[in-house]
């Protein structure tokens, strides 16, 4: 599915999270939908803030869909489930890791994003495929586990971006210094049944 060595998260998600997760199935498919829902804008913000980056433009307009068609397929289990969308609140995950961006200038904000964006994939990737193991659901597993292939290809394009754009050393360091803010940052979490 994806090479691991390219890249290792600095804290793993205990099994117990697929725990919580199957207790509380339909709170954390509404978490996950409107997770769904905010990279979608996220990838399409990103392309049209940056239109002289045409390769940029053109892969996150794909990603931006692919995520909505994602939200479309959650929302599906949510209606199987005769539950409905919940309210989207904030991201505490996400919050806490944007704060940590520099946004003054354009060019660093670009890269902070790209980065980032590459390990919050990576993070989505780890835990569906936890999901994809462990459900007891065969059917929701499948999808998982075909989630987290998505997951994957994401992950990966963002940090193609980034050393499109970017110089392989600067893109390396930015990488380490935002697992480690990343690992610290979930680990302070509660463990929830959330995406986060």
């Not at 999270?17 to 207790?23: I, S």
């Not at 498919?29 to 399409?44: G, W, Y």
């Not at 902070?112 to 462990?134: D, K, N, S, T, W």
């Not at 459900?135 to 987290?148: G, Q, V």
């Amino acid at each position: 599915m994806l090479d691991r060595r390219v890249l290792r998260l600095r804290y793993d998600t205990p099994r117990e999270w697929v725990d919580l997760v199957e207790a509380n199935l339909v709170a954390f498919l509404q978490d996950h939908a409107a997770n769904e829902h905010r990279v979608s804008r996220a990838a399409l913000t990103l392309a049209v803030q940056h239109p002289e980056r045409v390769e940029l433009v053109r892969a996150l307009i794909d990603v931006s869909i692919e995520e909505l068609e994602h939200f479309k397929q959650v929302h599906g289990y949510l209606e199987a489930r005769g539950a409905g969308l919940g309210r989207d609140h904030p991201d505490p995950y996400m919050r806490t890791l944007r704060k940590r961006i520099a946004d003054s200038d354009r060019e660093v904000w670009l890269l902070h994003r790209l980065v980032l964006f590459a390990i919050v994939e990576f993070r989505g990737y780890e835990r569906f495929a936890l999901l994809g193991e462990h459900l007891s659901d065969p059917d929701l597993a499948s999808d998982y586990r075909e989630l987290a292939r998505s997951e994957a290809r994401h992950y990966s394009l963002y940090l193609r971006l980034a050393r499109t754009y970017f110089d392989d050393a600067r893109v390396d360091a930015l990488l380490d210094r935002f697992l480690d803010l990343e690992a610290e940052t979930i680990r302070a979490l509660p463990l929830e049944p959330s995406l986060h």
